[in-house]
């Protein structure tokens, strides 16, 4: 196995919090709202086509999912929030999860926070990169999609980075696109590291 590959295996799949293995593993974690290409990003990553389900309606994801990197650290792959269609419960129960999780993770090295490039980040996603800071956790904010945008709306996505980049000492911003590989490469060395 060369030094740039990354061995990935299914773990196991949690809704509970106090059911998440308790050793001293790395985990690296990917989050977003439902419609950021979450699963595609972790596919790409992994260079795994199915390792997590890609669906044409998003919001399937309701479970921490964890898979086994190189059997010494977890990928953990958290459920989309935010999507419309879902329940005000179903809503309220993914954000509690995920807030938990973050709370809670002891061994969490980096949360990949992913929002879709044709938007302005959201308060919800800001709210996070400040947990980060507090909880001594590395945050990288993923713009997704990126293959997508006209040139008016790459000049917006670069000054919004450096507006961010400002605001958030020492922040990773990556763009990226599972389409083109553009920042795959990049999030997979930050892994490997």
């Known amino acids: 196995m060369s030094k740039d590959n990354l061995t990935v295996e299914f773990h196991s799949s949690v809704a509970d919090i106090s059911k998440f293995p308790r050793n001293k593993m790395p985990q690296f974690a990917f989050a977003g709202r439902s419609n950021a290409g979450k699963s595609s990003l972790i596919n790409a990553v992994t260079n795994h086509s199915k390792l997590a389900f890609v669906s044409a309606t998003p919001g399937k994801t309701r479970l921490v999912n964890l898979f086994l990197l190189n059997k010494n650290s977890f990928l953990v ?35 990949f926070l992913l929002c879709d490039s044709k938007r302005s980040v959201p308060e919800d996603e800001l709210n996070m990169i400040e947990t980060c800071y507090d909880k001594k956790i590395k945050p990288v904010l993923i713009r997704t999609k990126v293959d997508k945008l006209n040139q008016k709306e790459k000049f917006i996505l670069n000054d919004e980075k450096k507006r961010l980049e400002l605001e958030f000492r020492n922040i990773n911003i990556i763009l990226a696109s599972t389409k083109t590989k553009e920042g795959i490469s990049e999030i997979k060395k930050m892994i490997l590291k």
Do not use: C, H, T
């Not at 929030?81 to 309220?92: C, H, I, L, T």
């Not at 999780?101 to 969490?108: I, K, S, V, W």
């Open 77 to 111: 792959d958290l459920p989309g929030f935010g999507y419309a269609k879902a329940s005000n419960q179903v809503r309220d129960e993914i954000i509690l999860l995920v807030n938990d999780y973050l709370n809670d993770a002891r061994e969490l090295k980096i949360l």
